[in-house]
């Protein structure tokens, strides 16, 4: 069994700064790419910011220069610092990863609970 728990969502102000987490466990042989994604209401799921294996990363548009992400591998973690966050930035994150089972060679996709954003004064 393989499980991603998220934390870290919450309720801040416009301007304000929130750091999420997102723990990988269960039976691992390598996490791969990681990645943030979000959904507000009534809208589709979309992707927030990526991070490969080698540091790698990727972010959404709309995120660049605000969100920052980065990982622990030691820990089997992936973060997501949230800075300057805006109203539109309000929805539920998930974390994923693609990661290799012990025992085995194929990879798969894995996905968090998520983690409620709430941006409002």
């Known amino acids: 069994q393989v499980q991603l728990v998220e934390s870290g969502g919450g309720l801040v102000q416009p301007g304000g700064s929130l750091r999420l987490s997102c723990v990988v466990s269960g039976s691992i042989f390598s996490i791969n790419a990681m990645g943030w994604y979000r959904q507000a209401p009534g809208k589709q799921r979309e992707l927030v910011a990526t991070i490969t294996s080698v540091g790698s990363t990727n972010f959404e548009d709309s995120v660049k220069g605000r969100f920052t992400i980065s990982r622990d591998i030691a820990k089997n973690t992936v973060f997501l610092q949230m800075n300057s966050l805006k109203p539109e930035d309000t929805a539920v994150y998930y974390c994923?990863?693609?990661?290799?089972?012990?025992?085995?060679?194929?990879?798969?996709?894995?996905w968090g609970q998520g983690t409620q954003v709430t941006v409002s004064s």
């Open positions: 994923n990863a693609i990661i290799t089972r012990k025992y085995g060679t194929s990879q798969y996709l894995y």
